[in-house]
């Protein structure tokens, strides 16, 4: 598995679409967007024109890990795009729209982490590389609110884990990537 992070416009899904293309044409993208306005939704659509018409796309953001599962071995690589949107459509999943105040932080990030240690599972067992794409969350200031302070909280320990459970990982800054593990 390797785990290619960095700020937002950084760079790092450009980087990782290439890694992913040396691997070959077949290769499988998991996009985890939800589209949830008109902005978004021309967003996913450039998302979209940008891959080679070739790649297969699942777009979904629940059991990752049989999707990886399912296409391991039949693709040359597989991208995931990208963990920290799936962080926060796990978050606003379910009641929608509750008050920060009234969502239950721990029960989220174990739904969060359930889905993770399936998706690290799936990841451990499969030959093809994989492509882990995730924000770079802590370099910034502390967030203001309760739901951003808790959004960088888990995004942190999460990207803690996929670095520690990687291969190899990317640090990707003004469009520069930097290995800095593998």
Known sequence: MIL??????????????????????????????????????????LHRQRRPAGWLTHEGFVDLGDQVRAHAGQCDAIMLECITTLITNFMFESPPWLPPEQMDFVAIEARIQAQLADLLA?????????????????????????????????????????????????????????????
């Open 122 to 182: 799936a990841c451990g067992a499969c030959d093809t590389p994989v492509y882990l794409v995730t924000n770079e969350v802590g370099l910034g200031l502390v967030p203001e609110t309760l739901l951003g302070r808790q959004f960088r909280d888990i995004a942190g320990r999460v990207n803690q884990q996929l670095a520690a459970a990687a291969d190899e990982v990317w640090l990707v800054i003004s469009g520069i990537p930097v290995r800095i593990k593998g």
């Open 4 to 45: 290619v992070t960095g700020g937002a416009r950084s760079g790092k899904s450009d980087h990782a679409e290439r890694l992913a293309s040396a691997c070959g044409d077949r290769v499988l993208y998991i996009a985890t967007s939800v589209v949830t306005d008109e902005e978004m939704a021309r967003r996913v659509d």
